[in-house]
């Protein structure tokens, strides 16, 4: 594999609404994340991920964008980006942004002038479509619940096309007039400095343009938008003359001639395609390793509940992911994101949800292979919050799960109870920096609640406890960096070892010249496990005691929830 300038990387992402306000208006800002590249820099950060920043009416805060070209006032302003940039770049570390290219907001210039003239050149910048006897154009379901149509403003009879809520017309890609747009405001962006962008939604770009009804899978008598995506790609015979025309296309005018890293959210493709989308010459750098934290939705569709997930399912789900990577791509791993409830409430058994289990959980997921994303608030073990009453909740789409489970019959206390445990507004309470009032992240009123485990979980308190969480991360992170053992770490072939043992999860990194060993005990109960390799040294333990002693024979034995990392001899 030809080696990348971001290979070794350590990639943080960061929810400018909840990471830091400064000026007491109860919303994140650009001068907060400024003021907290220090804090970043210790961490060993490398590459910052910027969730959306631009002007937005923040129907889904920020994924509907009224101006690609600014920043949002309750966030700053262009001069505070370009100051961010160049600060950050000091520093090392790359910006990237959120590109946000599906649709745009109902706001935007570009759809007030489509409705006042839909059969103007603006029109054609959406998909603009008549009815069936005044009843939307097909029956698809869009993300977050609903038809994907919605009367055009002072229409009888057309309908616009949105995969998100209605405020997110759906914008389109084929028209060429729409495409030289978005690519001047891409390399917009890039001239002004930034490393590159995570890119929003990708893979709806690409429309069935039959537009024919689904199978109906749901009560409401629609068909989930996902399964029009695949049954377009079965069609058409995958994806490399559909959407793979856009994005190559977007690659070669916007990124490769910028050298720009860009992670793609993208789903409904085939493992298969890999290569296509993240190989040597595909569209994006890397995308973001979402099997295995959604394989619990497999099969599913939005309008569904679903569980936690059981440490074994996951290993299961990690390994196979890890396994058909190879070394054909780097993926992006994450535990947790904004659109996800946090990582320690999701993966980790009851019993485990404290210091010592987040700690292990961190350890096997930043030593995989590919490029770590870490989700702010990662690195001090924030946790899912309590959720009260659905007032509590901002996400436009935990209230539409809400009343869907309200019409299926759910009491008020069972939607709660199913929302609260997948809502995304669990990774959007604010960030945790100290003990003060509201976690010290506003002076104002935050604008989403702050979780009440603050006073235990928060930056200051576990910055001068050389045994918190955040001290772990940050030798986790300088350990995969360190100039020793960072090629093994970037490149070393994965291998799943203890494969049967239920409640371990361990693998080895391996080049020719290293074997690393990571094993950690899941379960509730103490595991010895025989090495295959003489111990050279025990780089990382997770338990917090002086230094972990080297084991005497070849017999470990891993307390419940004990993350060892080990160097063996080659052999
Ligand atoms: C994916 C984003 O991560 C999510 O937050 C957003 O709601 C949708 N795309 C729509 O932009």
């Known amino acids: 594999m030809k080696k990348k300038w971001w290979h070794e990387k350590i990639g943080y992402q960061i929810y400018p609404k909840s990471f830091l306000d400064t000026n007491g208006d109860g919303v994140g800002d650009l001068a907060g994340v400024i003021e907290k590249l220090p804090y970043l820099e210790q961490l060993g950060v490398d590459i910052l991920w910027l969730s959306p920043v631009y002007p937005s009416p923040m129907v889904d805060n920020g994924y509907d964008i009224s101006d690609y070209e600014n920043i949002d006032p309750r966030f700053g302003t262009l001069e505070d980006m370009d100051r961010l940039i160049a600060e950050a770049k000091k520093k090392n570390i790359s910006i990237i942004m959120d590109l946000v290219v599906n649709h745009c907001s109902d706001q935007h210039a570009w759809f007030q002038k489509a409705i006042a003239d839909p059969k103007g050149p603006y029109g054609d910048y959406f998909y603009l479509k008549e009815g069936k006897d005044g009843k939307e154009p097909n029956n698809w379901r869009s993300y977050f619940g609903g038809s994907v149509w919605e009367k055009l403003p002072g229409q009888e009879n057309l309908f616009y096309y949105h995969a998100y809520a209605k405020e997110q017309p759906d914008l389109n890609w084929e028209n060429p007039a729409l495409r030289e747009e978005i690519y001047k405001m891409v390399n917009w962006?890039?001239?002004?400095?930034?490393?590159?962008?995570?890119?929003?939604?990708?893979?709806?770009?690409?429309?069935?343009?039959?537009?024919?009804?689904?199978?109906?899978?749901?009560?409401?008598?629609?068909?989930?938008?996902?399964?029009?995506?695949?049954?377009?790609?079965?069609?058409?015979?995958?994806?490399?003359?559909?959407?793979?025309?856009?994005?190559?296309?977007?690659?070669?005018?916007?990124?490769?001639?910028?050298?720009?890293?860009?992670?793609?959210?993208?789903?409904?493709?085939?493992?298969?395609?890999?290569?296509?989308?993240?190989?040597?010459?595909?569209?994006?750098?890397?995308?973001?390793?979402?099997?295995?934290?959604?394989?619990?939705?497999?099969?599913?569709c939005q309008c569904e509940f679903d569980r936690n997930m059981n440490p074994d399912e996951w290993k299961q789900d990690v390994f196979v992911n890890q396994k058909l990577l190879g070394d054909i791509a780097f993926e992006a791993n994450i535990i947790e994101n904004h659109d996800e409830p946090t990582g320690v409430s999701r993966f980790l058994p009851d019993y485990a949800q404290n210091p010592t289990g987040t700690k292990m959980l961190g350890t096997i997921s930043v030593l995989l292979r590919g490029i770590p994303f870490i989700y702010q608030g990662q690195e001090i073990g924030m946790q899912n919050a309590v959720w009260n009453?659905?007032?509590?909740?901002?996400?436009?789409?935990?209230?539409?799960?809400?009343?869907?489970?309200?019409?299926?019959?759910?009491?008020?206390?069972?939607?709660?109870?199913?929302?609260?445990?997948?809502?995304?507004?669990?990774?959007?309470?604010?960030?945790?920096?100290?003990?003060?009032?509201?976690?010290?992240?506003?002076?104002?009123?935050?604008?989403?609640?702050?979780?009440?485990?603050?006073?235990e979980i928060n930056v200051e308190t576990q910055d001068t406890d050389p045994d918190s969480v955040l001290n772990y991360y940050r030798k986790l992170i300088a350990l995969r960096k360190s100039p020793a053992y960072k090629e093994v770490f970037a490149y070393g072939e994965f291998l799943p070892v203890y494969q049967n043992t239920s409640s371990v999860m361990a693998y080895y990194r391996k080049t020719e010249n290293q074997r690393i060993l990571i094993t950690a005990n899941f379960g509730k109960e103490a595991v010895s496990l025989t090495l295959e390799y003489p111990v050279k040294q025990i780089l990382l333990s997770n338990m917090a005691s002086a230094e972990p002693s080297l084991p005497s024979n070849d017999i470990i034995t891993l307390n419940s929830c004990e993350v060892l990392v080990f160097e063996l001899e080659t052999l």
């Not at 893979?203 to 989930?224: M, Q, S, Y």
């Open 389 to 455: 009453t659905v007032d509590e909740y901002n996400d436009i789409n935990t209230i539409d799960q809400y009343h869907t489970a309200r019409d299926a019959g759910l009491t008020d206390k069972e939607a709660l109870e199913a929302c609260s445990r997948l809502s995304r507004d669990n990774a959007r309470t604010p960030m945790q920096w100290n003990t003060q009032e509201n976690a010290g992240f506003t002076t104002g009123t935050p604008w989403l609640k702050v979780n009440d485990n603050y006073t």
């Open 189 to 300: 962006w890039l001239d002004r400095g930034i490393a590159g962008f995570r890119i929003d939604a990708i893979i709806n770009i690409k429309k069935d343009l039959t537009w024919e009804d689904l199978p109906v899978d749901g009560p409401d008598g629609r068909g989930f938008l996902t399964n029009s995506i695949t049954r377009m790609q079965k069609r058409d015979g995958g994806t490399k003359n559909g959407i793979g025309v856009f994005l190559r296309e977007l690659k070669e005018r916007c990124f490769a001639p910028h050298d720009a890293f860009t992670v793609g959210e993208v789903f409904e493709v085939d493992r298969e395609q890999l290569e296509e989308f993240i190989g040597e010459d595909g569209y994006f750098s890397t995308m973001f390793a979402f099997d295995p934290i959604q394989s619990y939705k497999k099969g599913t």
